[in-house]
């Protein structure tokens, strides 16, 4: 069992930046690959970025790229996706996902966090 408590989300405007955190239970950490997702209302869940065990392999939604970084410190049980350059449609809540397939952005992805609302105002 892995628990995720997302935190970092808030009010920003457009050209800023924020950093979520999502800190996990369990020893086990570093053999789940993590990922956000994000939902804006009246849309579907959408995968944002993902991190391999290790940290060595990433991906990342092509409308995101140059703009967020994922990372995670395996030594705290955290992953973090730092978010510049923010514009109004990042608006969302945003989730941190887990799943034990060492390959970003492959699901599916069994644990998932509480989220935690983005607003990008114009």
């Known amino acids: 069992q892995v628990q995720l408590v997302e935190s970092g989300g808030g009010l920003v405007q457009a050209g800023g930046s924020l950093r979520l955190s999502c800190a996990a239970s369990?020893?086990?950490?570093?053999?789940?690959?993590m990922a956000w997702f994000r939902q804006a209302p009246g849309k579907e869940r959408d995968l944002v970025a993902g991190?391999?065990?290790?940290?060595?392999?990433?991906y990342y939604k092509d409308s995101v790229k140059g703009r967020f970084t994922i990372s995670r410190d395996n030594a705290k049980n955290t992953v973090y996706l730092q978010m510049d350059s923010l514009k109004p449609e990042d608006t969302a809540v945003y989730y941190c996902?887990?799943?034990?397939?060492?390959?970003?952005?492959?699901?599916?992805?069994?644990?998932w966090g509480q989220g935690t609302q983005v607003t990008v105002s114009s």
């Open positions: 996902a887990a799943t034990p397939r060492d390959s970003p952005g492959a699901g599916p992805y069994d644990y």
């Open positions: 369990g020893r086990t950490f570093s053999r789940y690959a």
């Open positions: 991190i391999s065990w290790s940290g060595g392999n990433t």
